[in-house]
C-alpha cells in the first residue's frame, strides 16, 4: 500500500472526484458546494473541473434539493446530495425516508435509487445544539437506507466510493472534526465492502466496539489500557447498516466483555443496538454486562466546557474498561 | 435427612449475616437447642441454636465470612447420616429463619409503626388460600406481594422435594455458568467475587484449581466495615448520619428541681431492695408522661405521623463497638422494680454483645443520659424513625433564685432534642413541661 498521506477532508473530495470521472452520471447538489467549495472546504475545486452543471449550487431548500436528488437517481442519475450538517437531515426525513427508502420495494424492483446523502456528525465544534447532533441512529434504523460512518481518511474515501457505486440509498456521515486529520490513503483505486467490521487493534480481555471518530477514542483509550495490563481488542463496524454482526459477536465470546462506543445520544441509540446484538450472540461468553457510552442524553451546549461533558472521552472509555475488567 | 443451618433473617431488611464464631466444631455432637454459632447483623450479635440433634458437618462459612440470608452454613447429620458433600444448595430465607429458633416470634402487641404487616391486598387473599401467616414472610422492602408470598409457599415445598434446589437463582455471569456447567461444578457452591456477590469466571476457574488458590480468594471477599470499625459502630454512623441529615432538629432545654427525686429513690430502693437508679426514676416518668403526650410516641413517615400503640423506652447504652439502644417496652404497665430488672438486664446483654432483635425493636422515645460522666447538659440526636430524645445531665446543687432569693438546690438540665416533621416546640414543651412536674413531684404519678 501506498504511504500517500491525505487528510480526512481531501479523501472524500478524491473519492467524488474519481467516480465523477469514472461514472458522468454522478453529479452533486447542496448548499455552497460550488464556488465556495463546501464551508468545511472539502470540495474546493471540484466545481472547477466538473462545473456548475455536475457541482451544482442550490438555495436553503434541503427538502428540494434532496427531492431533485431521490428524482434524477430513479431516472438514471448517481446523485450525491450534501447535507451540510448532520442536524439537518430532520428536513430531509421524508424524502430519504419514504422515498428514496422505499421506491425500490414498492416498484417490485423496477425502480432503483442509487443516492448517496453525504452529511455530518460530531460535536465539540462549537456550534450548539442544532449544529452538533450526531444522528445516524435515525436512518440506521429505517429498512431500505444503508449507513456508512467513517473512521478516518482511509475509510473516508474507501466507503465513500463504495457508497456511490451502491444500487441503494446510502447514507454517509463523516465527522466534522475529522475532516483535517491525516492518514495513509491509496492512490489506486480501492473500496470498502459495506458490512465487514475492520478489527483496528486485535486484544484479549475486552471488546471496545467504536464508531466513526470513536474509533481514535477508543484505540486511545487502549493504549491507555495496555498500561495497566488490560489488552483491548478495539473493532470498527464502518457501517452501522449493513451491521457485521458476527465479527462483533466472535470479538465478545474471545474477551468476555464489551463496550459500545458512539457519538449519538445514548438512550435508543446506535450503541443500544450493538450491545444488544453482542448481549444475544455471545450471551453465554459474557464475564460482565455489556457497557454502552454515548453522548450525554442532552441537547449539545454552545458552552466548550459544558459540552465537552458530553461526548465520551479516552478517560471515559478507560474508566469503564478497567471497571468491567475489575481493575479498581 | 440433613438438616440445614441457614444464615438466618433476623431483621426484615436484612440481607447478609456475619459468621462470628463458631461454638461447634465440624464433626461435633449437637443437641437440638444448643448454641452452635454466633451470627452478627447489622443490629445484634446473636447465638444461633442447633435446628435438630445431631452431628455438625459441611460448615461451609468460615468465621469472619458476611454470608447472604438464606445460605446454608452447615448441616446436622442424624446419627448414620452421610452428608450430601459442602454444596447443599441455599434456599429459603424467611421459612427457615424461622426453623432455627433464633427468630423470637414476634410479640402480640407490637408498635402500630414497627409491626403491622405490611401486605397487599392481593398477597393477603393468596396469603389466606394457601394458609400462610403473612409474618412470617419476609421481603427486602418491608413489603409483602404476591410474588413474596408465591415465592414463600415455593420456600415452604422445597425441602420435601429433596434437593432443595429450588428458590434462589444464584447470581453469575452467562460465561461463569457455562462453565461451571461445563466442568460439572455446581455454580451455587462457588464464591462469587463479582457485583453482589456474583460468581465470575475468574471464580469458577479458582474452583476449577486444585486447595491453595481457594483460601486467597476467600479471604478478600467484602469485608464488613472499613478496618477498626465494628458493625455497631458503622450502623450507629449510618443511623445517626441518617437522622442529622433528614430529621430537621430542634432542643428545648427545661432546668428541673430533683429534691423529690433524690428522696424518691432512697425511699424506692429501700422498699424493693432492688438496685434501683435515676435512669429507672426517668423511664418510669418518661413513661407517664409520654402516656399523657402520646404525640411524642410518634414518628414521621412517608409524609404522615405515625402514632405508636405502645409506650417503648429506649435506653441509650454506650458499648465497647459503639452505641446500642436496648428497649424497655411497655414500660407505663411496669414496676419501677421491674424495670429495674429489665434495664439490668438488657444492659448487661448489650455490654456483653448478647442482645436479641426483640431487645432492641420498637423503641418509640429514647433517653440518653450522661449525667454519671458529670455532663452538666447536652444535645443529643433523635433516634430514627422516633419524634424525639431526651438528654439528662447529671444531679448536681446548684444556685436558684427561689421567692427573689438566691438558693440551693439539686437539679439537673433535661435537654429534649425533637424531629420538627413529627414535633413541634409547643408540643414538645408541653411534654417536657408534664416531665418536669413529675420528676419535681414524682407523687402526681398516684394520682
Known sequence: MSERELTYGEAVKEAIAEEMRRDPRVFLIGEDVAEAGHPFKTLVGLVQEFGTQRIID????????????????????????????????????????NQAAKAHYMSGGKIKVPIVFRTTLGATRRSAAQHSQSLHAWVSHVPGLKVALPSGPYEAKGLMKTAIRDDSPVVIFEDKMMYRVKGPVPAEDYTIPFGVAEVKRAGTD??????????????????????????????????????????????????????????????????????????EGAFYHLDAPVKRIGAMDVPVPFSPVLEDLTVPTEKSVFEAAKTLCRKA | MPTNIIMPALELAQESGKVVHWLKRPGDAVQ??????????????????????GVLRDVTAREGDVVPVGQTIAVILAVGEVGAGASAPAVMPAAN????????????????????????????????????????VTTASGRIEKADVLAYVESQKAPSAGDGRAGRLVAASPKARRLAAERGLDISALRGSGPGGAVLTVDVSAAGRPAAAAPAAAQSVRPVGAPGVGTVW????????????????????????????????????????????????????????????????????????????????????????????????????????????RREDVVSRAQAGKLRPA???????????????????????????????????RIADRVVALNGQPAVQPTMVLTLSCDHRALDGARGAQFLGALAELIEEPLALLV
Not at chain 2, 246 to 255: D, G, K, M, N, Q
Not at chain 2, 370 to 385: E, K, R, T, W
Request: net charge negative.
Open chain 1, 206 to 279: 475486552v471488546t471496545i466496539v467504536a464508531t466513526s471518530s470513536m474509533v481514535t477514542v477508543a484505540l486511545g483509550a487502549a493504549k491507555m489500557l495496555e498500561e495497566i495490563g488490560i489488552s483491548a481488542e478495539v473493532i470498527d463496524p464502518r457501517t452501522t447498516w449493513p451491521l457485521d454482526k458476527q465479527r462483533l459477536i466472535e470479538s465478545a465470546k474471545k474477551t468476555s466483555r464489551a463496550i459500545v462506543v458512539d457519538e449519538g445520544y445514548e438512550r435508543y441509540g446506535t450503541t443500544a443496538e450493538i450491545a444488544s446484538v453482542i448481549a
Open chain 2, 359 to 393: 431487645d432492641i425493636q420498637g423503641g418509640g422515645f429514647t433517653i440518653s443520659n450522661l449525667g454519671m460522666y458529670g455532663v452538666d447538659a447536652f444535645s443529643a440526636i433523635v433516634n430514627p424513625p422516633q419524634a424525639a430524645i431526651l438528654a439528662v445531665g
Open chain 2, 234 to 341: 458503622r450502623i450507629m454512623a449510618e443511623r445517626m448520619t441518617t437522622s442529622w441529615t433528614t430529621a430537621p432538629h430542634f432542643y428545648l432545654v427545661r432546668e428541673v428541681n430533683v429534691s423529690r427525686l433524690v428522696s424518691w429513690l432512697d425511699k424506692a430502693r429501700k422498699q424493693t431492695g432492688a438496685h434501683i437508679t435515676y435512669t429507672d426514676l426517668l423511664v418510669k416518668l418518661v413513661a407517664a408522661a409520654l402516656l399523657q403526650h402520646p404525640r411524642v410516641n410518634a414518628s414521621w413517615k412517608d409524609g404522615t405521623i405515625l402514632q405508636n400503640a405502645d409506650i417503648n423506652v429506649g435506653l441509650a447504652v454506650a458499648i465497647d463497638d459503639g452505641l446500642v439502644v436496648p428497649v424497655i417496652h411497655r414500660a407505663d404497665t411496669l414496676r419501677l422494680a421491674e424495670i429495674a430488672a
Open chain 2, 32 to 53: 437440638k437447642g444448643e448454641p452452635i454459632v454466633e451470627i452478627e447483623t447489622d443490629k445484634v450479635t446473636v447465638e444461633i441454636e442447633a435446628p435438630a440433634s
Open chain 2, 97 to 136: 429463619a424461622a426453623a432455627t429458633g433464633a427468630v423470637p416470634t414476634p410479640p402480640v402487641a407490637v408498635n402500630a409503626s414497627a409491626g403491622a404487616v405490611k401486605a397487599s391486598p392481593l398477597a393477603r387473599k393468596i396469603a389466606e388460600q394457601h394458609g400462610v401467616d403473612l409474618a412470617r
Open chain 1, 58 to 97: 442550490t438555495p436553503i431548500s434541503e427538502p428540494g434539493y434532496a427531492g431533485i436528488g431521490v428524482g434524477a437517481a430513479m431516472t438514471g442519475m448517481r446523485p450525491i446530495v450534501d447535507v451540510m450538517f448532520g442536524d439537518f437531515i430532520t428536513l430531509t426525513m421524508d424524502q430519504m425516508v
